[in-house]
Every structure is written in C-alpha cells, then in structure tokens.
C-alpha cells in the first residue's frame, strides 16, 4: 500500500464552483501535513500546511481526519488560475524525508 | 535570493553516458534532496542530506550518486544513464528536518531524456 494516496481526477469544474478532494495516508503516526501546488511543467509550490483543527487561507480550506487518515482540501468559488496539480506530503516522525502523493488534478474552466 | 536553482533545465543523453545535474541553494537550509518525478507517480526521493558532509539513499537511489562538500551545493550523479532515467529532476531544500517540517522549496527541475 502505498503511503499516500489521492485520486488522481481530473476534476473538471465550472468557474467559481466548489470542488473537494481527499487524500489518505498509512500511517498513523504521521505528524505533518501540507498541500502543495504544482502548474503544468514547473515545481511544486507550498499552498498551505494542515493543522489539527482545519485551517483556511482565503478561497482554501484544509482539513484534517486523524480517525480516518485523511486530509482534505476544498476550493471555494473556483478561478481558472486555480488548475493545477495538487500533492498531498505528509511528513513521519524522526523522519527526514516527506512523503508526496501522486497528485489530484484540478482543471476550472470558463 | 535566487532559492534553489538548477542546471542544466534540459539535457538529452546517450545510454551509457555520465553526467551531473547541478543544484544550489542560498537560504542556508541544511537539509536538501532529489527527487524524479514521472508520470502517474509521483515524487520519488532518489537522495537526500540532512547537512554538509551528509548523504543517504532514499526510494529509488541506483544508478546515482551524491555528494555535499557546502552547505549550498548538491550536485546529483548519473553514473551509466539508462533510457529508465528519463523523468523530471527536483532539487529541493528546506530549513531543517525536525518533527514538524517547515517549506521545502523547490528549483525549477532538469528535464532529462536517455535515448
């Protein structure tokens, strides 16, 4: 199993709509949590980290499901700025190294 | 501050052929890492450095080499380049490794292809 997990979408959606999605992790004693973003050919960038109790920056929302092993993000009032590829990292404890999920793509259009 | 930089940004190879991707940071970050990424997979750690002077295998090292003399530097070594080495390589760097990550950057990545 691997030790990040998102579906890999597309998810096409119409400008300024709502669009969610979720990424599973294996490891319950995982302690970072972050979404980065990455644009079509270029690198990953922060977007944001994921806290205990939920954090929002802007149109952005992170959530995070230690029960369940998830985290999740959500995208208020869609801009076409908004397509990109979203990784879920997670980091371990005593863990140098981050773990990157695949990537969920998200394609907002016009 | 320029961040992480990279070069070359593309690079073709014949196999058998060696090569060095470079990769410098000047943010003073100790920890720094390399990382391919191919399609459907994901970003997967070759090797990485927690300091100057030290280097460790992460998911995927064979066929690679590393080395960090300098804080900024940390140059990544192909040694015989196999068509199964075309990807996308990060170079990234970030503060510290503890318990709690802080940002990891990214440079803007080589695009190598072995023919």
């Known amino acids: 199993r691997k030790e990040v997990e998102q579906d890999p979408g597309p998810f096409n959606v119409p400008e300024g709509a709502t669009v969610a999605f979720n990424c599973t992790y294996s490891n319950s004693a995982s302690q970072s949590f972050f979404w980065y973003r990455q644009d079509c050919r270029k690198e990953p960038k922060l977007l944001m980290s994921?806290?205990?109790s939920g954090n929002e920056d802007g149109r952005f929302t992170a959530q995070l499901n230690r029960a369940s092993q998830y985290i999740s993000l959500l995208i208020r009032d869609s801009k076409l700025s908004d397509s990109a590829t979203y990784l879920c990292v997670v980091n371990n404890p005593g863990d140098y190294k981050l773990s990157f999920g695949a990537g969920t793509t998200v394609t907002v259009r016009a | 501050n320029a961040g992480v930089t990279q070069t070359p940004k593309f690079q073709v190879l014949k196999t058998g052929q060696s090569m060095t991707l470079q990769c410098a940071q000047d943010m003073n970050h100790e920890y720094m890492s390399w990382y391919r990424q191919d399609p459907g997979m994901g970003l997967r750690l070759i090797h990485y450095?927690?300091?100057?002077?030290?280097?460790d295998q992460g998911e995927v090292p064979n066929g690679y080499n590393v080395s960090r003399s300098t804080t900024e530097d940390f140059p990544l070594r192909l040694l015989s380049a196999a068509p199964s080495q075309t990807s996308v390589y990060f170079c990234a760097s970030r503060r510290d490794g503890g318990a709690f990550s802080n940002e990891q950057f990214f440079g803007p990545g080589t695009r190598l292809t072995v023919l």
């Open positions: 450095s927690v300091g100057a002077g030290i280097t």
């Open positions: 994921v806290y205990s």
